[in-house]
């Protein structure tokens, strides 16, 4: 006998992969998993290949990971703003290899790559779309991401600076930047000839008490020459304008070395 009643058994969710690196929290993939979200339930996990720096003689693995997990974070942070609880985890740094070890993890249903467009994506330069989907036969969506025009409303602010890091006048200026308008704040403190842990602590303070007064922020220690740590930061981390805080001119090396007009040789990004 049918109950017309009956309570209709739950629909399954549909399992989600997420595959994104340096265009990971790109608006236009955020909104191809809402797409998603709004046709039925899923469970949605978010994969980031850690990328190779372009820039520095010496590869330094932790910074390489911490912008990976940063922007990891970010993304999953933006889709908890639209409701959808993702997990995430930086992976493999070669992208058909990280996915065939998350399919290894668990089951998935479909899966969505977020890249470059074609003349910036080494990803498509490998047909990496192309090989998902012949190797999984799982549906795959490919979304683009052109950074230059494609992320949330903040502006998102890189922040570069080492023994100023937690100065009150750098503290002061990025509140008043944030007043003007909403901003995201990405703080880089390139690693001093003293102990790096030094470095760490003074970041991790700073990121508590931008936090306290309400502002977005990560951050994480670089490379120990500043100028390779802001075009790395550049690549990893997609900004739309660049403070530099350092000691007065007589005290400081950075400004001795033209650090700010050697950054602005190499950028269209305003620099402060």
Known sequence: MTDSKARRLPVPARRVLVVANETVAGRALIDAVKRHA?????????????NAPKHGFVIYDDSVRGAAENRLQTTLAQLREIGIEATGEVMDPDPFSAVQDALHDGDVDEII????????SGWLRQDL??????STGLPVEHVVVDLDIDHDEAT??????NQTVGG???????KEMAAEKERRFIVICP??????VNAHERLAHTLKRLEDEGLAAIGQVMHPDPFTSIQNALQFYGVDEIVISTFPETRSGWARSQLVERVESV???PVT
């Open 38 to 50: 709004d046709e039925g339930p899923v469970e949605v996990k978010v994969i980031c290949p850690q």
């Open 113 to 120: 790559v977020s890249t470059h467009p074609e003349t910036r």
């Open 129 to 134: 779309v192309v090989r998902l989907t012949q």
């Open 156 to 161: 998102r602010t890189l922040v570069v600076a």
């Open 168 to 174: 009150v006048p750098l503290f002061k200026l990025l």
């Open 191 to 196: 690693e001093g000839e003293e102990d790096d």
């Open 267 to 269: 950028t269209s990004k």
